[in-house]
């Protein structure tokens, strides 16, 4: 870890015996410090294309540019590049059976379901909506014509397919249609508080 590492060793001699989920905290605390690094790199080149092509641009509208990006690499770090930090450092599995993609909507949420444990089953399905509420928001927040609901949505389904086929490929989760539903589902309940807060603006205005 390039920036995180003396906090996460602090909380790892701390607490990492009281915790049955402290790898989950250990990823998380990895898949931050990659989006960092990566976020900074953004910022870098964003701001020599921004001189280079004397672009004109608020500081507003580049903070939420770049929150947006730490956000998205953040999720692909959380979700796909688990295991280090660098292209070369992943394997590919490119001939992994077409089987192992559950292509069946809400088989392995009802298993999940009727687990021993609702936590699993909680994560699975509010926290992959909540994930992608974000990606609702920020899009048609960021672009200078603002997309509508379907290709909000459209780019959701796109980007969390995206994910689950990586996942397959990196051998780094499950690949599972659940999963872009949920995503989707996300995306939409973005882009709809979005247009809430759009109109409560224009409301207030007036």
Same mark, same amino acid.
């Given at each position: 870890m390039i920036f995180l590492g003396p906090l996460y060793t602090y909380i790892f001699e701390k607490y990492a015996t009281r915790f049955n989920h402290f790898p989950l905290i250990r990823l998380s605390f990895y898949a931050v410090d990659k989006a960092i690094l990566y976020t900074l790199f953004? =910022? #870098? %080149?964003?701001? $020599?294309?921004v001189k280079v092509k004397k672009k004109n641009t608020s500081f507003g509208r580049e903070l939420g540019l770049t929150i947006f990006v730490f956000y998205v690499l953040l999720l692909f770090a959380l979700t796909v590049f688990r295991d280090g930090y660098f292209i070369w450092q992943f394997k590919f599995y490119w001939h992994r059976p077409l089987s192992q993609i559950n292509i069946i909507p809400l088989v392995?949420? /009802?298993? %999940? %379901?009727? +687990?021993q444990s609702l936590v699993d089953f909680f994560y699975n399905l509010y926290g992959n909506i909540v994930w992608f509420v974000p990606m609702g928001i920020f899009i048609?927040? %960021?672009?200078?014509?603002? @997309? +509508? @609901? @379907?290709?909000?949505v459209l780019i959701g389904a796109l980007i969390s397919t995206s $994910?689950? #086929?990586?996942?397959? /490929?990196?051998? #780094? +989760? =499950?690949?599972? $249609?659940?999963? =872009? /539903?949920?995503?989707?589902l996300g995306a939409a309940v973005g882009y709809f508080l979005y247009f809430v807060g759009k109109w409560i603006k224009k409301l207030i205005k007036i």
């Open positions: 953004f =910022v #870098t %080149l964003r701001y $020599i294309w392995e949420t /009802i298993k %999940l %379901l009727n +687990g048609p927040a %960021l672009t200078e014509r603002h @997309f +509508g @609901f @379907f290709k909000v $994910i689950e #086929t990586l996942q397959f /490929i990196l051998n #780094t +989760g =499950v690949t599972d $249609i659940d999963d =872009v /539903i949920f995503n989707t």
